[in-house]
């Protein structure tokens, strides 16, 4: 059984930046792809970021895209999230999650596991 550990989350200015991690547990996680989503109060998870096994393959939502970057270190089984520019709409709670489908789905529902989550706040 696969697990997922967030940390890196906290509170920042806007403009500033913040370094997500998420460790998985088990020997699956380098033939897996790894996505992060983010969920604010009274809305729905959120799509945010997928990178594909190997790697060398992302997709990001548009929201963040040109400010988001996803990677993973297989060796270490940790995929990271480096947010920067972020803005106060980026508050949430941010997931990882692993899905057997590759290349990496937006849909959450194709997620089969998930991690606690992390908190990101953004003041303005």
């Known amino acids: 059984q696969v697990q997922l550990v967030e940390s890196g989350g906290g509170l920042v200015q806007a403009g500033g930046s913040l370094r997500l991690s998420c460790v998985a547990s088990?020997?699956?996680?380098?033939?897996?792809?790894m996505g992060w989503f983010r969920q604010a109060p009274g809305k729905e998870r959120e799509f945010v970021a997928v990178?594909?096994?190997?790697?060398?393959?992302?997709d990001y939502g548009e929201s963040v895209k040109g400010r988001f970057t996803i990677s993973r270190d297989n060796a270490q089984n940790t995929v990271f999230l480096q947010m920067n520019s972020l803005k106060p709409e980026d508050t949430a709670v941010y997931y990882c999650?692993?899905?057997?489908?590759?290349?990496?789905?937006?849909?959450?529902?194709?997620?089969?596991?998930w991690g606690q989550g992390t908190q990101v706040t953004v003041s303005s």
């Open positions: 990178v594909s096994p190997s790697g060398l393959s992302t």
């Open positions: 999650a692993l899905s057997p489908v590759s290349p990496g789905p937006r849909t959450a529902a194709s997620y089969t596991t």
């Open positions: 088990g020997r699956t996680f380098r033939s897996r792809s």
